[in-house]
Nanobody, 112 residues
């Protein structure tokens, strides 16, 4: 059973930074593509960034140039470094290996 534990969220002013972490278990982490998703109030959950088992990454246009996804296979952990945060980045952030397994998420709130 896949278990995902996200952390690192919080309240930050616009222009600030946060680093999210997600520890995964119950899967072959080093072979898994991992994604960061977010869900803002009243909106559908959306993919933000993805990293494959080789370390290749991709980010959506809204995050490009500001967010960086990375992984540490020795710790079964995927990270999301978020810089230049905007109020519209406010959401609950989740990681997932498949877009179907979810943890509790971590709240990110960006004040203007």
């Amino acid at each position: 059973q896949v278990q995902l534990v996200e952390s690192g969220g919080g309240l930050v002013q616009a222009g600030g930074s946060l680093r999210l972490s997600c520890v995964a278990s119950g899967l072959m982490f080093r072979l898994s593509t991992m994604g960061w998703y977010r869900q803002a109030p009243g909106k559908q959950r959306e993919l933000v960034a993805i990293i494959d088992s080789s370390g290749n990454t991709n980010t959506t246009d809204s995050a490009k140039g500001r967010f960086t996804i990375s992984r540490d296979n020795s710790k079964n952990t995927v990270y999301l470094q978020m810089n230049s945060l905007k109020p519209e980045d406010t959401a609950v952030y989740y990681c997932s290996p498949n877009g179907r397994s979810w943890g509790q998420g971590t709240q990110v709130t960006v004040s203007s």
